[in-house]
């Protein structure tokens, strides 16, 4: 149900307010006069039991109750009462012609058949069974004003009970909290820190237990080894813009051209968006000897993938995109459809933050992942962030890109490495955390996991 409230000079132009913006199926909750002219509550979609529920707009004594009626339309009195050349606002005759209508108008709303009363109620029970209705409030300042002060009241709540949470499980676990503090400083989320420092027994030093907990967190990660380049096949890099897929392609390609040869390996694009994005691949094909093709639709990638079926590894480079891109829709059909056998990986850059790396494995996981790349390692002071999202998604890690050198800068991922670089990342860089951030992010944890 939709509500808003008219103002207008008089009651004519109001009701044409109502008509225009809400039309002929709007009801006209009350009316009534204020300084300046007339003021009018209409609703879309009304239910009467919903607006008493809802409704926090108190209703003046100085206002008539009336009882609700839909706005046809079609001429009313009030259309023949108002004409253009007979209204002026400072005419005593138009005002007493005003309140008359007016008048008119509320005790034909009054007096509405019962047939008529009972068809609105069950059309509105069908609406709301179908489709809830969600009352939306116009910009009313005071409404504005409420809203603001309950988020503020809202955020002061939830600061005060994640300072609770959080000293609660201080004081019962000290060591845990400890650990939990230093793992959230590498840049892994509250959730999956607390999940590897409850792992670890508090009866131990310190060191022992922080030990303790890389070595859980390493066995924690699921790593492919090296399997792309060992058992071949068709492979497609998917990703957002900017994340490095078409250097991690001319890696992979050059590193199994060593191995095994120029002739095994193919090449296919379908970036037709990007400007130079297949001038690039082709020149990664010509200095490799591997052939190029373009795929602009799935019909076309589907074709080609079946005519290399002589070549031992097929890298698809797909177009990147916003994952609000509604293009990226088309792309992720293509894939799915082009053929069951190809393995997607998803390129997944390490200076990204943690929001957006979450945004990236859900948009990009419908085609099914086999696994992911973590590029820019080196132009990242954190691995923190993407070793917490792929822990949470539980997402093989198959390579780490941490050059623009082709072949040199891409290795196969080694769980050990990967958490000793990241301890290595946090100390370079000497990372500290606030106890606010400490304190909230865990608190947010906490009242998940008791809703």
């Not at 002929?24 to 008493?52: C, H, K, M, Q, T």
Request: proline share 5%; hydrophobic share 40%; with cysteine.
């Amino acid at each position: 149900m939709k509500i808003k409230r008219y103002f207008a000079a008089d009651i004519r132009q109001a009701i044409r307010c109502v008509r225009e913006e809400q039309g002929p199926d709007a009801v006209i909750l009350s009316n009534r006069r204020v300084d300046g002219g007339v003021e009018i509550v209409a609703a879309v979609d009304y239910d009467e039991s919903l607006f008493e529920e809802q409704s926090s707009t108190p209703v003046k004594p100085s206002a008539p109750k009336v009882t609700p009626v839909p706005y046809q339309n079609t001429p009313t009195d009030v259309d023949d009462r108002f004409r253009d050349d007979e209204y002026h606002p400072s005419n005593p005759a138009t005002k007493i012609a005003e309140r008359s209508a007016v008048m008119k108008h509320t005790n034909r709303e009054r007096v509405v058949p019962a047939q008529n009363t009972a068809a609105r109620r069950q059309k509105s029970d069908v609406v709301q069974q179908n489709h809830p209705p969600q009352m939306e409030w116009s910009q009313d300042p005071v409404l504005v004003g409420m809203k603001n002060e309950l988020s503020e009241l809202r955020g002061l709540v939830e600061q005060q009970l994640s300072g609770f949470a959080w000293g609660n499980m201080a004081r019962r676990h000290p060591m845990h909290a400890r650990l939990m503090r230093r793992l959230m400083v590498l840049g892994l989320s509250a959730q999956e820190s607390q999940r590897i420092a409850m792992a670890v027994n508090e009866k131990q030093s310190f060191d022992q237990a922080w030990r303790l907990a890389l070595t859980i967190m390493e066995q924690s990660l699921t790593i492919t080894a090296d399997d792309i380049l060992r058992d071949g096949g068709v492979v497609a890099l998917v990703g957002p813009t900017g994340v490095g897929k078409t250097t991690a392609i001319a890696k992979l390609a050059a590193r199994y051209t060593l191995r095994h040869g120029a002739d095994q390996v193919a090449l296919i694009t379908t970036d037709n968006y990007r400007i130079g994005a297949q001038e690039q691949l082709r020149t990664f094909g010509q200095i490799l000897g591997a052939p190029v093709y373009v795929a602009k639709n799935y019909q076309m990638l589907e074709q080609t993938i079946e005519s290399l079926g002589d070549k031992a590894l097929v890298l698809i480079d797909t177009a990147g995109m916003n994952p609000q891109d509604l293009r990226l829709t088309e792309q992720l059909s293509m894939l799915r459809n082009a053929a069951r056998d190809v393995k997607c990986y998803l390129v997944l850059s390490a200076n990204n933050q943690a929001a957006g790396l979450e945004v990236s494995v859900n948009t990009f996981e419908k085609v099914g992942l086999q696994g992911c790349i973590i590029s820019k390692v080196d132009e990242s002071t954190s691995l923190g962030e993407v070793l917490s999202t792929v822990l949470s998604h539980q997402l093989p890690v198959a390579y780490i890109s941490d050059g623009q050198q082709v072949p040199e800068d891409l290795h196969p991922a080694r769980a050990n490495d990967l958490v000793a670089r990241c301890v290595e990342m946090a100390e370079e860089y000497n990372h500290t955390l606030p106890d606010e951030a400490v304190e909230l992010q865990f608190g947010k944890v906490a009242m998940n996991a008791i809703v």
